[in-house]
């Protein structure tokens, strides 16, 4: 019940094109998503954060769209570029639980020019 | 600058060799936490720290120990590394525990990453 299950594993992108990574929970106490981006030889870094109040956040070319119903949520990146290639993690925690993070399985995005 | 720092960023020992590796942050976060990266399973917790003295088991904290004696420091320690821990390791810090407070949102600072390789 603890686990994200995210995908896919890997994912191919044309410069321009739309990016769509996906992520699915069960634990219904979770309350805040963040998504994290990891470049080669660094540590990941906050992207973007939703909490389950709102369906979708967007900032700049980067959307998370929120189905509390369903248990999912995804990560849009719209016009993605050869910069954005990097390995993006969904995760998921829940107050209660004083704020662990549970982390996907991580996707790997790479954007050809 | 606001950072966590890890050292060393590269290390390769021999099984039973007890290593630790440490972790440094600057900006007066209470939260510390150290993770694990392996292909395909994401990044596991093995310890975390709320704050001085008081640290827990994550979800993976076995061969590992650590201590929280500082509020900077949070060192990672294998007492006697088995190959089954090589590995990418991370430490993170956040002023609290994600998402702790409700309606509140916490970042989590990560270091650079220490790649281990135990023989």
């Known amino acids: 019940q603890q686990q994200v299950k995210q995908s896919p594993q890997s994912l191919i992108v044309q410069k321009g094109g739309i990016s769509i990574i996906n992520c699915a929970y069960e634990?219904?106490?979770?309350?805040?998503f963040p998504w994290y981006q990891q470049f080669p030889g660094k540590g990941p870094a906050l992207l973007i954060a939703i909490r389950p109040d709102v369906s979708e956040k967007k900032e700049g070319r980067f959307t998370i769209s929120f189905n509390k119903s369903a248990k999912q949520f995804s990560l849009h990146i719209m016009d993605s570029q050869p910069g954005d290639s990097a390995t993006y993690f969904c995760a998921a925690s829940s107050t209660d639980q004083g704020g662990k993070l549970i982390f996907g399985q991580g996707t790997e995005l790479s954007v050809k020019p | 600058e606001a950072q966590v720092t890890q050292n060393p960023r590269y290390l390769i020992t021999v099984t039973g060799k007890k290593l630790t590796v440490t972790c440094s942050q600057n900006m007066n976060h209470e939260y510390m936490s150290w993770y694990r990266q392996d292909p395909g399973l994401g990044l596991r917790q093995i310890y975390y720290s709320m704050n001085v003295e008081v640290t827990d088991k994550g979800d993976v904290p076995e061969g590992y120990k650590v201590s929280r004696k500082e509020k900077r420091n949070f060192p990672l320690i294998l007492e006697s590394p088995s190959p089954n821990q090589t590995s990418l390791y991370f430490c993170?810090?956040?002023?609290?525990?994600?998402?702790?407070?409700?309606?509140?949102?916490?970042?989590?600072?990560f270091g650079p990453g220490t790649r281990l390789l135990v023989l």
């Open positions: 993170a810090s956040s002023l609290l525990g994600t998402g702790a407070l409700p309606g509140h949102q916490e970042t989590q600072y």
């Open positions: 634990n219904t106490a979770f309350d805040y």
